[in-house]
């Protein structure tokens, strides 16, 4: 959305609080201890959502609302602690760590008052990993974790016959839910596992009377989490809204009765909403906006695991040489980077697997064993550039840059365009933004040369981020392949002894980085977003799911 039409649309929208909300003001006079009687709660976000169907998520905004209006087996709390969702307590798990039964709750229910049962969850699955889904978060979370989910996804690719029954997952009955995992797992990470997106249920009579409507509009939904969604036209929508869901097991916990999310991806204009009173929660704030709230006590900031990083694509010609990628990968000043540009509290990453991301139980973080690897040298891109050239047998190259269409993100761009067309003779780069979702689309179908993409962890283990470079990985999407890095992640996958484990996943990542230069990091993204004094409860996680609602209050 253009700033023009993005600013005439939030000049409507205050009019429009104007009535509704009677001017309300962010002053301290407005704070207070008891919960106001208006509990509604208004959210600008950076960027429409891709979808609400469970099995195709693969973003951040997609996987924060379903995990708002729908509960899988475990979720994070205020915390960030596991506690049960729709699972009515701890799993039973075997003497081997592979097979875990789940009691589910009885008093969890669909917001068309179905019991949310075991077949739920087994419909799902099956649904996820079938390979004519063509899910892309299926296979990648469930290949390597849930029993026989490998084996499925080798078959179709082999063009042979498959069942998706034989995933191991399984419904004793209605409340009774067994998983049979492909590797030994401790509990926590099986919590963990299913307190992500991918592992929701869904009501199968429901979904198959919608067809292919289902989750395209808020009727073609259904929700049994802490809120429903009550207005959202589809993938193209810039506002749409959801409601308390009184049918929620934990409905007396939830004290939003309404959020109202608008689209907003330029930083002012989030800004002077929320100074407006039009708004209670900002977007995300580009650089430019932060350093004018560094005292203010309505500045949430938070140094997330989530790296950002070029993926270079090997079907390009020109990116299958290494050495113009380990040029590519040290030509640029990231330290000035997240300095000047940013300057939001992101640091350089020289890694792909973030800083104070997990530690051990002695409190070494995973980063201590290989530091900072494929740092900045311009000096030695020049040199691999022009190896790489005479290898060749080239003296220009031309480039695509594909990125996303926000401002933070086109800044960055025009100073990756500058640094390595500075820095790189020959070198032609050219920019295409586009909004999230197209950049999600054409990165998965692989049609780019080179992306500023980047991760955000599922779950609270370092392997969340090192099994993207598998060969034909769900999520690898760059056509990288080193046999070595792959039995890495298999030996990692087989074993539940956190030194042994770190060991593999960290001479993974030198391979990646050091001896192939497969990708180049580029920072590890700091957050800041405005909250308003009266809001009280503002829950952000680490992993999965960014935001929980459920904890929310309005008290002014």
Not at 243 to 270: G, H, M, P, R
Not at 519 to 546: C, K, M, R, W
Request: charged share 25%; glycine share 6%.
């Amino acid at each position: 959305m253009k700033k023009k039409k993005l600013s005439a649309l939030l000049a409507f929208l205050l009019l429009l609080s104007a009535f509704a909300y009677g001017c309300g003001s962010s002053s301290d006079e407005g704070s207070g201890d008891e919960a106001s009687s208006n509990q509604e709660l208004r959210v600008l976000t950076s960027s429409e959502i891709p979808t609400m169907d469970s099995v195709m998520a693969t973003d951040a905004t997609s996987f924060t609302m379903l995990s708002n209006v729908n509960e899988g087996l475990y979720a994070l709390d205020q915390d960030n602690n596991l506690v049960p969702a729709v699972a009515d307590g701890e799993p039973e798990v075997n003497a081997e760590g592979t097979e875990f039964t789940v009691t589910l709750k009885e008093d969890a229910v669909w917001s068309n008052g179905d019991q949310v049962t075991a077949h739920d969850f087994v419909y799902a699955w099956q649904k996820a990993i079938d390979p004519e889904t063509a899910s892309t978060y299926g296979p990648y979370m469930m290949g390597g974790k849930i029993a026989g989910a490998k084996e499925i996804t080798e078959a179709a690719s082999a063009g042979e016959t498959y069942d998706v029954t034989t995933l191991g997952v399984e419904a004793l009955d209605n409340q009774t839910l067994v998983v049979k995992t492909a590797a030994v797992m401790t509990v926590d990470f099986f919590k963990g596992l299913m307190a992500f997106g991918t592992f929701l249920p869904q009501n199968q009579a429901f979904v198959e009377e919608q067809g292919e409507n289902y989750a395209t509009s808020a009727d073609t939904l259904l929700s049994n989490g802490p809120f429903k969604m009550a207005s959202w036209s589809g993938t193209t929508a810039t506002e749409w809204t959801v409601e308390k869901n009184e049918d929620y097991y934990d409905a007396d916990s939830v004290s939003l009765t309404k959020i109202t999310f608008n689209v907003s991806k330029d930083s002012q204009s989030a800004v002077n909403a929320f100074e407006s009173g039009e708004v209670d929660i900002t977007s995300k704030l580009s650089s430019d906006i932060v350093p004018q709230y560094e005292d203010d006590e309505r500045l949430v900031s938070w140094l997330d695991p989530r790296l950002s990083w070029l993926k270079l694509n090997e079907d390009n010609e020109y990116l299958a040489n290494e050495n113009i990628r380990r040029a590519i990968a040290i030509a640029f000043n990231k330290d000035d980077l997240v300095a000047d540009v940013l300057n939001n509290g992101s640091v350089a990453a020289n890694y792909v697997v973030p800083a104070d991301f997990v530690k051990d139980e002695d409190g070494n973080d995973f980063r201590d064993a290989n530091g900072d690897l494929l740092t900045y040298d311009a000096e030695a891109a020049k040199q691999y550039w022009e190896q790489g050239l005479q290898e060749l047998g080239v003296t220009e190259i031309t480039l695509s840059l594909l990125g996303s269409d926000t401002d933070e993100a086109k800044k960055v761009d025009q100073y990756l365009k500058a640094q390595l067309e500075t820095n790189l003779e020959g070198l032609t780069i050219e920019i295409t933004d586009v909004p999230f979702a197209i950049r999600i689309d054409r990165e998965i179908t692989q049609d780019y040369d080179i992306v500023n993409s980047g991760w955000a962890p599922d779950y609270l283990d370092p392997i969340s981020f090192s099994d993207l470079w598998v060969t034909g990985g769900e999520n690898n999407n760059m056509s990288y392949s080193n046999p070595a890095y792959d039995e890495l992640i298999a030996k990692a996958e087989q074993t539940t002894d956190t030194a042994e484990k770190w060991s593999y996943l960290q001479e993974a990542e030198r391979i990646v980085l050091e001896e192939d230069a497969a990708v180049a990091p580029i920072y590890q993204q700091s957050y800041n977003i405005l909250v308003a004094d009266y809001v009280e409860g503002f829950t952000h996680h680490s992993v999965g799911t960014e935001y929980s609602y459920k904890y929310i209050s309005i008290n002014k």
